[in-house]
């Protein structure tokens, strides 16, 4: 009984096995997993939190700092003897004798300092904050470039397993079409109107195409695993792609793609951060010029027998003004590179906006030639299939040869490979497109 039980529970927990691993994965479904589990965005959304928390460290500068520090002092020099029983509060009438004045005896002393300091006016925190923001948004911005890029690599992986799995079908159908080959060639052997070399030939083809069909089994296998490893699933997993993509729907290409294209992408956001900070790095290299204001203060408490314990109080409060006169010119070159900072960050954001322009136009250019292209190809399947079956029937009543015959077979498996690399190719063209314009995962998403 023990034993019929276990079996079973056995053979149930295989069936949830089998059917958790036949993961049905949709184009949404896995850009979403990988948004979620891809590690590059981990490492990404990481590192924009850690860039955020600059903008705080620059913020706590302006509040006040407070510190307590306790020491301990030991020393037999008059002026500290001297100091120390000031602080303790210990003078008598003999320590001004000259004697006593001259050669102290040794003392200690414990002091216990609270301080407080606070900036009042620091004219470099104001652009060192904008340029913390500005790095933070930078940050930001290539987080949304990861989520972009990792989900355009999931785009187009998907694509190599769907592809994958059409050219896995069409070397099935073109080894079945190999057999069928070398079946006419042995019955017309077999019935003494055929020769033995067509039964060889057709043998040599149906072994060729049959490693396409190892070759492709193995791609299929890959492409999934590079899938996996994309959208954060164990590579081992089996699943398959629920959905055929054979074209993505862009819009007609206008002054409104354009427009569009300068708003969302990134590379143009990132750019003009830079600029921005870089205008922000020329306000603090001058406003090194300016003076610096703040406030002190402390508490004191000295004694002489134990830490933190009092003999006598005091306390001390001020402000300060500095002001730098002469740095041996290191302000005037830190300006000079400011500048050259800020015009290099104009020069690149003019640049990336010239790019942005044609990679848009060639997005577009190279989804009409990938349309133009499919139109083709699958008329040259169509044609090919046509040859294929005329010269079969040809072979069947003795009116071509073998090598005719298996050259029309070799032409049509190529035209169904590349009808199916151009399918994907014309898929991937219109998701391209909106790459490039920089709505890639709104669009997808939808």
Not at 77 to 102: A, C, H, V, W, Y
Not at 126 to 135: N, T
């Amino acid at each position: 009984m023990f034993r019929i039980t276990a079996t079973c529970a056995i053979l149930l927990f295989s069936t949830v096995v089998a059917n958790a691993a036949e993961l049905k994965l949709s184009l949404k479904d896995a850009m979403n997993m990988a948004l979620e589990s891809n590690s590059q965005i981990k490492a990404a959304r990481f590192n924009s939190q850690a860039t955020a928390q600059g903008v705080k460290i620059v913020n706590s500068r302006y509040l006040p700092v407070v510190s307590l520090e306790e020491t301990l002092v030991a020393s037999n020099s008059p002026t500290n003897t001297f100091m120390m029983t000031l602080d303790e509060g210990r003078f008598t009438q003999d320590d001004f004798k000259i004697d006593n004045l001259n050669n102290p005896s040794s003392r200690h002393d414990f002091k216990t300092a609270l301080s407080i300091q606070q900036p009042l006016y620091v004219p470099s925190l104001s652009p060192l904050k904008e340029m913390a923001v500005k790095d933070a948004l930078i940050s930001d911005l290539g987080l949304e470039a990861v989520r972009q890029s990792i989900s355009f690599q999931v785009f187009q992986t998907y694509l190599e397993v769907q592809k994958a799995g059409a050219q896995l079908k069409a070397s099935d159908k073109a080894v079945a079409d190999a057999r069928e080959n070398m079946r006419l060639a042995g019955v017309r052997t077999s019935v003494g109107v055929g020769l033995r070399s067509d039964e060889l030939r057709s043998r040599t083809h149906l072994s060729s195409v049959e490693q396409q069909l190892i070759t492709s089994y193995n791609n299929l296998t890959l492409a999934r695993m590079r899938l996996a490893l994309l959208i954060g699933v164990p590579d081992d997993s089996t699943y398959d792609v629920s959905e055929t993509l054979d074209r993505v729907a862009v819009p007609e290409m206008s002054d409104l793609v354009f427009s569009q294209a300068l708003e969302n992408r990134i590379e143009l956001k990132q750019s003009q951060a830079e600029l921005e900070k870089a205008n922000a790095a020329l306000r603090r290299s001058r406003s090194e010029y300016l003076p610096t204001l703040g406030a002190f203060a402390s508490y004191q408490l000295n004694a002489k027998d134990a830490p933190f314990t009092s003999d006598k109080d005091s306390w001390t409060a001020g402000v300060s003004l500095k002001w730098n006169i002469f740095d041996g010119f290191r302000r005037g070159i830190e300006s000079k590179r400011a500048v050259s900072g800020q015009s290099a960050a104009r020069e690149m954001l003019d640049s990336v906006m010239k790019d942005v322009r044609y990679q848009v136009k060639e997005s577009y250019v190279r989804r009409n030639e990938a349309g133009k292209r499919l139109e083709v190809a699958r008329h040259a399947v169509l044609d090919a299939e046509e040859t294929a079956r005329l010269l079969s029937r040809r072979y069947e009543n003795s009116l071509t040869t073998m090598v005719e015959l298996l050259d029309a077979q070799t032409a049509l498996n190529q035209t169904r490979a590349n009808l199916v690399e151009t399918e994907a190719g014309y898929a991937l063209a219109g998701g391209r497109v909106y790459y490039m314009t920089g709505t890639f995962l709104k669009e997808m998403l939808k």
